[in-house]
């Protein structure tokens, strides 16, 4: 599955913004997806997943109750909802398929998207 990441930009503390993930395929809802962010100097890290229909989720500790992956299969796309952003949450987003689960390492991940840019201002 090929996959393409939208909707960064830049947004001040507390705002928001709704990242998309377009897959191509038509074997899109057979893969559990992911999305992970990598800020500068650091580390890719996890912020969250979503099985296959969307019914199981995982988040990072420090995104719960502020973000929210979800899932249109018909539309071949993942979504993340981002609200009371924060400057932490700058960082390059990238959206991640697998065919495992629980999947909450870049390792579980198999087919990976180019990222979009993500910046909160203070």
């Known amino acids: 599955v090929q996959l393409q990441a939208s909707g960064g930009g830049l947004v001040q503390a507390g705002g928001s913004l709704r990242l998309s993930c377009a897959a191509s395929?038509?074997?899109?809802?057979?893969?559990?997806l992911g999305w992970f962010r990598q800020a500068p100097g650091k580390e890719r890290e996890f912020v969250a997943s979503?099985?296959?229909?969307?019914?199981?989720?995982y988040y990072t500790d420090s995104v719960k109750g502020r973000f929210a992956i979800f899932r249109d299969n018909a539309k071949n796309t993942m979504y993340l909802q981002m609200n009371s952003l924060q400057p932490d949450d700058t960082g390059v987003y990238y959206c991640?398929?697998?065919?495992?689960?629980?999947?909450?390492?870049?390792?579980?991940?198999?087919?990976w998207g180019q990222g979009t840019l993500v910046t909160v201002s203070s």
């Open positions: 991640a398929a697998t065919s495992t689960w629980p999947a909450l390492r870049s390792g579980d991940f198999g087919s």
């Open positions: 395929g038509r074997t899109f809802s057979s893969y559990a």
């Open positions: 979503i099985t296959w229909r969307g019914v199981n989720k």
